[in-house]
């Protein structure tokens, strides 16, 4: 049974940091390539960070670019994602997401709020 555990929200004040965890199993991780989404409130769900594979290369979305940074374990296996100086336009639920092919899974989301 695939499954996507995500951990780590919560509430922070504007300028903080969270570190979001992803905890993956039931499907081979290492071919899969790892985001992070997010939905803020009468949004649409968007990508925030990923981790392709195989080539390991890394997206940034525009809006966290400097302040982000997707990580993967591969023996865990689990994804994470650091983000700092944290702003109120980061409140949204977080989501993570593997995907190969037609494979797509995602988590339940968590969520964060960021306090002016």
């Known amino acids: 049974q695939v499954q996507l555990v995500e951990s780590g929200g919560g509430v922070v004040q504007s300028g903080g940091s969270l570190r979001l965890s992803c905890v993956a199993s039931g499907f081979p991780f290492r071919r899969y390539s790892l985001s992070w989404y997010r939905q803020a409130p009468g949004k649409e769900r968007e990508l925030v960070a990923s981790f392709a594979s195989p080539s390991g290369s890394t997206t940034y979305a525009d809006s966290v670019k400097g302040r982000c940074t997707i990580s993967s374990d591969e023996f865990k296996p689990a994804i994470y994602m650091q983000l700092n100086r944290l702003k109120p336009e980061d409140t949204a639920i977080y989501y993570c997401?593997?995907?190969?092919?037609?494979?797509?899974?995602w988590g339940h989301g968590t969520q964060v709020t960021v306090s002016s």
């Open positions: 997401n593997a995907l190969e092919g037609s494979n797509n899974y």
